[in-house]
C-alpha cells in the first residue's frame, strides 16, 4: 500500500513538471519580421591618461579587438555594435582603472531562465549583431598588453611593447611590432609582419603565416600549414600535419624545422654559411647548394655548406615529407 502510495506521488511530479516545461517552451516565440528588421547601434567611447610604465588588459567574449598607437598621452577606447536591439541589450562594458593599469571587459550579460531548452544554445549565438569592434588607441611605447578573445578577431599595429594575445577561434594579425610576442589561436589563422623580438606563436588548428621578421621565433601547429618569408634571424618550428616553409634573408644561430607528415621547404641565400642536418624517414631530401658531406644515406644528410666555421646550424626533420634546401639570391 505504501509502495503504492509513494508511485502516485512520483508520478504526480513528473506529470507536473511535464506541463511546467512544456508551458515554457510556449513562451520562446519566433520574432515577427517587423522585429527582425528592428536594428540599431550601440556607441561607447572613454579615453584615460597613459604613461610607458602602463599595463593594458582586455578580455572580450564576442567583439573584435583592434589596438593602434597614436601620439597623444592617453588611452582612447572605443565600442560599437550594431545589430538588434533586443541584442544589444545583452552588452555589458566595463573599465577598471589602477595605478598604470587599465582592464577592459566586453561581455554578454548573464541570463538566468528556468527550464527553456533553447537557451542551452545562447552562449554559441551571435544572431542578431552585424558587427562589433573594441578599438583602443593608445602610446606606441606601453609595459605590457594582454588581449583575451572568446570569439572576434584580434590585430594589432605599430607599438614597441610586449604582447599576450589569445583567441578562441578568431584570427589574429600583428604589423609592425617590436617586442616580445606571445600569440596562440584555438583554430584561427595567424599572420605576422614587418615585426622584431622574440617570438612564440601557437594554434591549434589554423595555418600561420609571418613575414619580414627580425629575431627568434618559435612557432607550433597542431595542423595547418607555417609559412615564414625573408626572415632576418632563427625559427623553431613544428606542425603535426601541415607543410612547413621558410624563406631566409639571414639565418642566424640554430634553426630547428619538424613535421609530422608535411613536407618542409626551406629557401636560403646563394652564399649561405651554414651546417646543415636534414632527416626524413618517407619522403626525399634534396639540396640545391655545394655540400661538405659528413654523413649521407636514403634518409638522412649531414654537411657543411659554405665556411666551416659559421656559427648557424639550420636542422629539419619529417617523418614522411620532403625536404629541400633550395638556393635563391636575395638581397642581404
Known amino acids: 500500500m505504501n509502495v503504492k502510495f509513494l508511485i502516485f506521488i512520483l508520478t504526480g511530479f513528473i ?3 511535464g506541463l511546467l516545461l512544456c508551458s515554457n517552451i510556449k513562451i520562446t516565440e519566433t520574432p515577427l519580421e517587423e522585429e527582425l528588421s528592428d536594428t540599431n547601434e550601440l556607441k561607447i567611447s572613454k579615453s584615460f591618461k597613459a604613461s610607458p610604465k602602463h599595463e593594458i588588459i582586455i578580455e572580450s567574449s564576442i567583439a573584435d579587438v583592434i ?4 601620439d597623444a598621452n592617453e588611452i582612447e577606447v572605443n565600442f560599437y555594435v550594431k545589430g538588434l536591439s533586443q541584442k544589444l541589450k545583452e552588452f555589458d562594458v566595463s573599465f577598471h582603472e589602477e595605478e598604470n593599469r587599465l582592464t577592459i571587459k566586453v561581455k554578454r550579460k548573464k541570463k538566468v531562465r528556468i527550464l527553456n531548452f533553447y537557451d542551452l544554445f545562447d552562449l554559441f549565438q551571435v544572431e542578431g549583431i552585424e558587427a562589433s569592434q573594441l578599438v583602443v588607441k593608445a602610446p ?8 583575451k578573445s572568446s570569439g572576434g578577431d584580434i590585430k594589432i599595429q605599430n607599438f614597441t611593447s610586449n604582447f599576450e594575445l589569445s583567441s578562441a577561434g578568431g584570427d589574429i594579425q ?12 584555438a583554430g584561427g589563422d595567424t599572420r605576422i609582419r614587418n615585426c622584431r623580438g622574440d617570438s612564440e606563436i601557437k594554434t591549434a588548428g589554423g595555418d600561420i603565416i609571418v ?6 621565433i618559435e612557432i607550433e601547429s597542431s595542423g595547418g600549414d607555417i609559412t615564414v618569408n625573408k626572415l632576418n634571424g ?6 603535426a600535419g601541415g607543410d612547413v616553409k621558410v624563406e631566409f634573408a639571414l639565418p642566424l644561430g640554430t634553426t630547428k624545422l619538424s613535421t609530422a607528415g608535411g613536407d618542409i621547404t626551406i629557401y636560403a641565400p646563394s652564399n649561405l654559411n651554414a651546417y646543415v642536418d636534414l632527416e626524413s624517414s618517407g619522403g626525399n631530401i634534396k639540396v640545391d647548394f655545394p655540400t661538405r658531406i659528413e654523413k649521407k644515406s636514403s634518409f638522412e644528410l649531414k654537411g657543411w655548406i659554405g665556411k666551416q666555421n659559421s656559427e648557424t646550424t639550420i636542422k629539419a626533420s619529417s617523418s614522411g615529407g620532403d625536404i629541400e634546401l633550395i ?4 638581397n642581404i
Open 15 to 17: 506529470f507536473a513538471g
Open 140 to 147: 606606441d611605447s606601453l609595459s605590457n598588453v594582454v588581449i
Open 234 to 239: 632563427s625559427i623553431f618550428a613544428f606542425s
Open 174 to 185: 600583428i604589423e609592425e611590432l617590436n617586442g616580445e610576442i606571445y600569440a596562440s589561436s
Open 327 to 330: 638556393s635563391k639570391d636575395m
Open 211 to 216: 613575414s619580414q621578421y627580425q629575431g627568434k
Open 67 to 70: 589596438m593602434q598607437s597614436h
